[in-house]
């Protein structure tokens, strides 16, 4: 497609429930990173693709969270027995290569609530 | 380690008002510097970037100039419209991979 594309859109999960975020990203992007926003912060890194490897999952913040890529395109993002403190908007970038000279395009994110 | 701080808002301007908002960084290396535009209900738009010292970026009528002496890189508009409603990120990347985001700056324009 012309853009990243997430989905869902919006969750709702209720607390201890296991939920699974997509990112489809721009055909072709070999770089994808997935990032949390909070309400009214900004975004913050969880981890980083290249292809099908995952090089740098360090910001992933409890081993909770989950993410994969197995094929170099799709990536999915997944949190187990979630909690409050995981609501936020998740967000999915991809890119033609990594290097500190180029943007990345930012999907829409999915904005998870968990009551 | 890396950081961004940016204007904390927010910032409320009359349509074709001069428009500012303020972005410091520390970095260890030589970051490029962007800044990002996200509408209600949308994810984060590239509006400008500059990769190194004295570049200036500009994009729809915005301009950020990067200053290592100050290590700063402010945004600025010299009239804005209803429009440019949105909130506004400043961004580093340096060598590794990830951005490091301000916490964003919330615009409003009123006719």
């Known amino acids: 497609g012309a853009g990243v594309s997430q989905s869902p859109r919006y969750k709702v999960a209720k607390r201890g429930q296991d939920v699974a975020l997509r990112c489809d990203p721009i055909?072709?992007?070999?770089?994808l990173f997935w990032y949390q926003q909070a309400l009214g912060q900004g975004p913050e890194f969880l981890t980083y693709?290249?292809?099908?490897?995952?090089?740098?999952k360090s910001g992933l913040p409890s081993d909770r969270f989950f993410a994969e890529r197995p094929e170099g395109s799709v990536s999915t993002l997944k949190i187990q027995r979630t909690q409050q403190e995981d609501s936020a908007v998740y967000l999915c970038?991809?890119?033609?290569?990594?290097?500190?000279?180029?943007?990345?395009?930012f999907g829409s994110g999915t904005r998870l609530t968990v009551v | 380690g890396d950081s961004v701080t940016q204007m904390e808002g927010p910032v409320t301007l009359s349509e074709e008002a001069f428009l500012t908002i303020n972005c410091t960084y520390t970095?260890?290396?030589?970051?490029?510097l962007f800044w990002y535009v996200q509408y209600p209900g949308e994810g984060l738009q590239l509006l400008l970037k500059?990769?190194?010292?004295?570049d200036k970026g500009s994009n729809k009528g915005f301009e950020a100039t990067y200053r290592k002496e100050t290590t700063s890189f402010h945004l600025e508009k010299g009239s804005v419209q209803v429009s440019d409603s949105a909130v506004y990120f400043c961004?580093?990347?340096?060598?590794?991979?990830?951005?490091?985001f301000g916490t964003g700056t919330s615009l409003t324009v009123i006719p």
């Open positions: 055909s072709g992007h070999v770089s």
């Open positions: 970038a991809s890119s033609t290569r990594q290097g500190q000279n180029y943007g990345y395009t």
């Open positions: 693709f290249q292809n099908e490897a995952q090089l740098d």
């Open positions: 500059a990769t190194k010292a004295d």
């Open positions: 961004a580093l990347k340096d060598t590794g991979n990830q951005f490091y």
């Open positions: 970095a260890t290396g030589y970051p490029s």
